[in-house]
């Protein structure tokens, strides 16, 4: 049961990246808040999590990471969160993200990143989570998931109408207009 209205936030953990995905991360955290929101994401003290905590925080607004146990004993948590939630498992820790939000944006990233945006996805056709879910398509960045979700479709491989289990933005406002239901 949500506590408070809170976007949940997808992105890379690493720090070895082009300065504009930063930004545009910094920016959607400062949104996130500037909304009303907390901001929950997988808490890391580095890369595009940081990032948006970072805007998140610096606006006035809560945030909450939520890290399996291991990730804390390695002292891999942002350490200016408002809250931290342990999990026993990366699992949980995704099942946690997303019940504690009403909605999801996913930066760019790596694997993680990947793997989170498209179970998310799973989720809502299958009716387990009813957020939105928006793409932050920073740059473009992607734009080959997104040519490769519409050949899915056009094979037969996903049902018509699937794209409408996510949205697509290029910049952080649009993507916060999609996330709060007010496009």
Request: charged fraction near 20%.
């Amino acid at each position: 049961m949500k506590e408070e209205k809170a976007i949940c936030i997808y992105g890379a953990s690493s720090s070895h990246i082009d300065p504009l995905y930063v930004d545009r991360a910094y920016e959607t955290g400062r949104l996130i808040a500037e909304a009303g929101y907390t901001l929950v994401s997988g808490g890391g003290r580095g890369g595009l999590m940081a990032a948006a905590i970072e805007g998140a925080l610096d606006a006035g607004g809560r945030t909450i990471g939520v890290l399996p146990q291991f990730m804390i004993e390695r002292e891999w948590q942002h350490p200016r969160l408002s809250r931290i939630i342990s999990t026993p498992s990366m699992h949980v820790r995704k099942e946690t993200m997303a019940s504690l939000s009403d909605a999801v944006i996913a930066l760019p990233g790596g694997i993680g990143t990947l793997e989170e945006l498209l179970e998310i996805i799973t989720w809502r056709q299958l009716k387990l989570y009813d957020g939105n879910v928006v793409v932050l398509n920073t740059g473009g960045y992607y734009n080959p998931l997104l040519d490769m979700l519409d050949k899915c479709a056009a094979e037969g491989f996903m049902r018509p109408g699937s794209h409408r289990l996510y949205e697509t933005a290029s910049e952080p406002s649009e993507a916060i207009t999609y996330a709060t239901g007010n496009a």
